[in-house]
Structure formats: C-alpha cells, structure tokens
C-alpha cells in the first residue's frame, strides 16, 4: 500500500477550522479506496506559538518538514501581530526554504455558482494563473533606514534572476500545452518598470519560440484586469510576477464566485522539497469560531495535493463530490448565498463521496 507522509499546518483564524475538515476528508478518501494511506502530522505553528516563544513556527521547523511528502496549510495572519512578521516567519519562509518557485492557482466557475459577471458560464471562466513564488517584489531585498526621523527611508527592492524568471515561464508554457486550449498570456509591466520587467520580456521572446503550437499573447498588467472582466472566456493560462499575479488570482477567485473556494499549490517541480497546498482565503477572523467557514478551497486544494502525490482517482473523486455539492445547491456555506455551517459541508461531501451519512458521526482529528 502506498503512503504519503503529510504535514498539516492549520496556522492561523479559519485556516484552523478549513484544514482540520480536510484532514477528515482526506482521511474518508484513503480508507474508501483502499489502495493508500496518509500518515498526517499536525504542527502548532502560527500566531499563538509566536505569542508564547516569539517565533512563528520551531526553529528546526524547515528541517522537521523536508522529512513530508507534502504540506496541507492553512492560512497565517493574526490582528495581534504585523501580517509582515505573520507571512514571512511561516508561509514565506517555506516557500523560499523549499523553491517553490511556480505557484498555481487555477480559477473556474463550478457547476451551480454564479460569477459577478453577468451570465458568465464555466466555459468562460476556466483558468490557472501561475505566480513567481520565490524572488520578484517578494524576494525580500530592501531596508529602512533613519527610522523615525523625517528623512526615514523604506527599500523593497525587486529581485529577478534570469534562471528564475526562465523556469517558471517554461513552467507555465508547459502547463499550457497540456491543457485543451493551448493558449498563455503573458503578463508583465514592461512599459514603466523598465528593467526587470524588460529583462522578463527577453526571457519570453527566447522561450515563446520554442512553444510553437502555443497561442501566445501578452498583456500589461493593468490591462489584464480589465481583459478578466471583460473578455474572460478568451484567457487560458496566465503567467506573471509574484505580485502582480497575487493581485491578478485574488481577482479570479472572486470572478469564480468566492474567495472560499480556490486554491493553491507552491509547488517544487524537481521534488527536491514538499510542495505545499492551501486555500487562498486567508485567516479571516471576522468569522473564526463561527462555523461558517467555506471550506472548498481547502479541499480543493487537498484534491491538487492528492494529484501531486500520483493519487489521480482520489484527486478527480473529490473534486467531482465538490462539483455535485456546488450543482446541486441545497447545502452551502454562506459566502455562497447559503446557510451550511463548515461542518455540513464537509458531512455533504463526504456523503457524495461514499454515499453514507456523516452527520451524525464523530471525525474528531488526532495527530
């Protein structure tokens, strides 16, 4: 029987409450076919463990973790401590520890959710955006200097190596030409940032070339927001920096119906390293403790973490349980015009999955 090794970090807000529904889910998927297993262990980290030691996660933590097959995180932000101290000791830090360099995003109007856009359709909104994960405006370079003073000085300073910038372009041509439609666009800000983003432009011109049987086309990134909203059913594949691919997802996700249903994987293609999967909702403590957490994006994302790890039938399983749950209407999370708590969704799915009744059974998570 085959085993994966996960590590489950909750982190932080409804990061928590999403994650430890996905481990139930995970754990349903594995005992009902039989033919794997996952050993899951689940680590304290995040806001609290920063409030007791000062650190937001072990500092051993990136050692304990090459040891997993795959990491199921969760969200990190906490109102009691800078996002900057919250993002870079935990989510930052393991995806540039472990070069996970090509993030995925993918975007898609399911079955029975309604877009902001009027009459949108699946075939209109069906893409996957990839994000420089590891260097560009997040590379961390910069400082601040004569701190307090009038004269004070902030640098973020944009980093683009040339081997980075090439194999996430490849990364994501590559991605296109296995998709049905075959098209990328291409997305910079070349106009007026006239350097890196210039230096991303001749990468491209050298690597477009060898993808002949790929629609190419580029856009400005202020353009390819307006493109989303307005032409969306001709874009495929995108493929742009670290920020400006943050922006431009978070856009595609609420185009997709709710930021509670995407997903994400920060993948280390050559698997020196786990890759790590998580939804892209954030903490959102507004609603911590409530019970109405939109878990979709979490198993949505398990089902891209199952993928990776070669477990293509449970992966496609979960993701059609989450497409009848989305078609068939009757329970949702609020966020989806419903009035499902976290719980009966995740009873929900496990249901279509094995066609028992969890509601009344006792999942607790033990780690």
Known sequence: ???????????????????????????????????FQIELTSFPWGSDYYMETGDMMATDGLEELKKFDAIYFGSAGDPRIPDHISLWGLRLAICQSFDQYANVRPARLLPGISSPLKDASSHDIDWVIVRENTEGEYAGAGGRVH?????????DVSVF??????????????????????????????????????????VFDKLGSEYGDIEIDRMLVDAMTTRMVLDPRSIDVVVATNLHADILSDLAAALSGSMGIAP?????????????????????????????????????????????????????????????????????????????????????????????NFSEIDYSVTT
Not at 147 to 155: C, D
Not at 173 to 199: C, E, I, P, Y
Not at 311 to 319: G, I, N, R, T, V
Request: charged share 25%; proline share 4%.
């Open 147 to 155: 701190t307090g003073h009038p004269e004070e000085v902030g640098l």
């Open 161 to 202: 190596t040339r081997s980075g910038v090439e194999r996430v372009q490849r990364f994501a041509l590559d991605l296109a030409r296995s998709r049905k439609r075959k098209r990328l666009t291409f997305v910079t800000k070349s106009n007026a940032q006239r350097h890196g983003m210039v230096m991303w432009d001749d």
């Open 264 to 356: 994400t994987a920060n993948l280390n293609p050559s698997r020196n390293f786990p890759s790590m999967f998580e939804p892209i909702h954030g903490s959102a403590f507004d609603i911590m403790g409530k019970g109405i957490a939109n878990p979709i994006g979490a198993f949505w994302s398990a089902s891209m973490m199952l993928d990776h790890l070669g477990e293509k039938k449970a992966a496609a399983e979960l993701m059609l349980a989450l497409e009848k749950l989305t078609d068939d209407g009757r329970v949702m999370p609020q966020d989806l015009n419903g009035k499902a708590s976290t719980r009966e969704v995740t009873d929900r799915v496990l249901e279509l999955i094995t066609g028992q």
């Open 1 to 35: 029987m085959r085993t994966h090794k996960i590590a489950a970090i909750p982190g932080d807000g409804i990061g928590i409450e999403v994650i430890n529904e996905g481990i139930r889910v995970l754990q349903v998927l594995a005992d009902r076919l039989g033919d």
